[in-house]
Nanobody, 116 residues
Framework: QVQLVESGGGLVQPGGSLRLSCAAS????????MGWYRQAPGKLRELVAV???????TYEDSVKGRFSISRDNGENTVYLQMNSLKPEDTAVYYC??????????WGKGTLVTVSS
């Protein structure tokens, strides 16, 4: 059974930082592209960042230079380091996994609130 469990969300002031983690099980982690998506209230879910099985990364334009995605294949975990957070980054952040062998799989999400 595939499980993606996000953690690290919370309330942070504008300009602050958070680090999200997503622990994966039930998949061959190193074969999967791992992504972070977010969904703000009343908006569609959107891609934030993706890291391929080989380590290549892609970012949504509004987070470039502020967010960084990374992965630890030994720990089956993907991270999203978020710096210089803005109120418009407020959303539920979801972890995603996909490969040629299956997926996409989704976690249940973790809430990030950026507010003073």
């Amino acid at each position: 059974q595939v499980q993606l469990v996000e953690s690290g969300g919370g309330l942070v002031q504008p300009g602050g930082s958070l680090r999200l983690s997503c622990a994966a099980s039930g998949i061959i982690f190193r074969f999967n592209a791992m992504g972070w998506y977010r969904q703000a209230p009343g908006k569609l879910r959107e891609l934030v960042a993706v890291i391929g099985s080989g380590g290549s990364t892609t970012y949504e334009d509004s987070v470039k230079g502020r967010f960084s995605i990374s992965r630890d294949n030994g720990e089956n975990t993907v991270y999203l380091q978020m710096n210089s957070l803005k109120p418009e980054d407020t959303a539920v952040y979801y972890c995603n996994a996909r490969s040629l062998y299956g997926g996409p799989y989704w976690g249940k999400g973790t809430l990030v609130t950026v507010s003073s």
